[in-house]
């Protein structure tokens, strides 16, 4: 069973920077579209970027274009979330994901989730 | 950018009946392929989301058949036959034809 763990969050003033990552346990996540889905505290899932297996396309949320950056690094069997610009209603748990179900046949993987406050 | 919702917002239950949940997308989620790119989470508190219903219809890998997804267009409904303590969490309908967007969420609390 592939594993995803997220690392990277903490603490961090609005305007600031953090760089999320997430490591895969092995090599299959590598031939799918990978995600960045965030929770606020006490609200619901969104969807913030994904990359494709290649890294030729990607795609953003509109409140956070301009301000991430995704990319991955197959080799290292990694995804990264480069975060500038923060402001306090960026703050929630990060989570990566592989949602493409209709591909996979049903096998999605989400990781446990790494927090990020946005907070002067 | 498609916008999805959910009703109820809020769906008590009491164990042995049974749920249903709808959701409304703002554009048809019906591919080319002939897929429905429409999935159903469940999230329980202090977890990560897990898969239920891939592709409108389809139960992911040990998913109880109690659960059920039908729908098409922009119309979807998940259904719980028999509602059971362990099923109390937060469901999400989720669109996969462009990027991704998530429902509001819809909170089943057991009675």
């Known amino acids: 069973e592939v594993q995803l763990a997220e690392s990277g969050g903490g603490l961090v003033q609005p305007g600031g920077s953090l760089r999320l990552s997430c490591a895969a346990s092995?090599?299959?996540?590598?031939?799918?579209?990978m995600s960045w889905v965030r929770q606020a505290p006490g609200r619901g899932l969104e969807w913030v970027a994904m990359?494709?297996?290649?890294?030729?396309?990607?795609r953003y949320v509109d409140s956070v274009r301009g301000r991430f950056a995704i990319s991955r690094d197959r080799a290292k069997k990694s995804l990264y979330l480069q975060m500038s610009g923060l402001r306090v209603e960026d703050t929630g748990v990060y989570y990566c994901?592989?949602?493409?179900?209709?591909?996979?046949?049903?096998?999605?993987?989400w990781g446990q989730g790494t927090q990020v406050t946005v907070s002067s | 950018d498609i916008v999805m919702t959910q009703s109820p917002l809020s769906l008590p239950v009491t164990p042995g009946e049974p749920a249903s949940i709808s959701c409304r997308s703002s554009?048809?989620?019906?591919?080319?392929?002939?897929?429905?790119?429409l999935d159903w989470y469940l999230q329980k508190p202090g977890q990560s989301p897990q898969l239920l219903i891939y592709?409108?219809?389809n139960r992911a890998s040990g998913v109880p058949d109690r659960f059920s997804g039908s729908g098409s267009g922009t119309d979807f409904t998940l259904k719980i036959s028999r509602v059971e303590a362990e099923d109390a969490g937060i469901y999400y309908c989720?669109?996969?034809?462009?990027?991704?967007?998530f429902g509001p969420g819809t909170k089943v609390e057991i009675k």
């Open positions: 994901a592989m949602l493409d179900s209709a591909t996979s046949h049903g096998r999605v993987y």
């Open positions: 989720m669109q996969g034809l462009d990027t991704r967007t």
């Open positions: 554009e048809r989620l019906l591919h080319r392929n002939g897929n429905t790119y």
């Open positions: 990359i494709k297996p290649d890294g030729s396309e990607i």
């Open positions: 592709l409108g219809s």
């Open positions: 092995d090599v299959t996540l590598n031939a799918f579209w």
